[in-house]
């Protein structure tokens, strides 16, 4: 099945299977590896990914329901129309020095994005909550909710 995708701002045309989860268009086929592959049963979040704007799990995400959709992987962040709330969180992940392995921060970031879009002054317990569902094998959760306090401060100066 062909299809055409925006991604990142720029328009793809590619080929694929009903039901081939977005996922592996965006890595196999365009080779943007900053979304990662973790669970595939959308558990973890690594694969975190922005669907006209809403964090979505790309590994359920399927490419026949993406038409007309505009998609953001981290690659894209910068050119996403939303760069005060995508430059605050990255400031402040790297200010904090939240990554200790890597692997799941990309969908971490694209999700706090996504709360800080919608919440720009989340409390800790609304953090968590939005926050639930992304996981990290390094447990730096901690850091990653500071980071998220941090970037709201950032976003307010």
Known sequence: MAITLNLNGQTHAVEAEPGTPLLWVIRDELKLTGTKFGCGVAACGACTVHLN???VRSCQTFIEDLDGAQITTIEGLS???NSRVSDAVQSAWVELD????GYCQS????SAIGLLSENPKPSGAEIDDYMNGNACRC???????AAI???SEIMEA
């Open 53 to 55: 704007g809403d964090p």
């Open 98 to 101: 939240v990554v200790q392995c």
């Open 139 to 145: 447990a730096t959760y901690q850091r990653i909710r």
């Open 107 to 110: 969908g971490q970031i694209m």
């Open 79 to 81: 050119a996403d129309g």
């Open 149 to 151: 306090q941090r970037a």
